[in-house]
């Protein structure tokens, strides 16, 4: 069993007030957890307007696999959402 959590920031245009953010955030965590059946949720900079942190964790047999479905999640969030990935913490 082979265990990869990720700590993700991303930057959020357009959102003027937390419900806007609160709107995306909870759109990314919906969307990602239902497509790739891993464990996400906001982890960090809850009342920031344009900032988000997600936690993200993905559980399988290999470190390979673990590794393309953090690829996927990460494509997936850059091309249906209007956010900048800020940057990218692993943690093995």
Do not use: C, P, W
Request: net charge negative.
């Amino acid at each position: 069993m082979f265990v990869e959590a990720n700590k993700i920031v991303i930057r959020i245009f357009d959102s003027f007030s937390l419900k806007d953010k609160r709107s995306v955030i909870k759109s990314i965590i919906t969307k990602t957890h239902n497509k790739f059946n891993v464990s996400i949720s906001e982890v960090e900079d809850y009342d920031l307007l344009n900032k988000a942190t997600l936690g993200i964790s993905v559980v399988s047999n290999s470190n390979k696999l673990n590794q393309q479905i953090f690829d996927n999640i990460i494509r997936f969030i850059e091309e249906n959402y209007e956010v900048e990935i800020i940057s990218i913490e692993n943690y093995y």
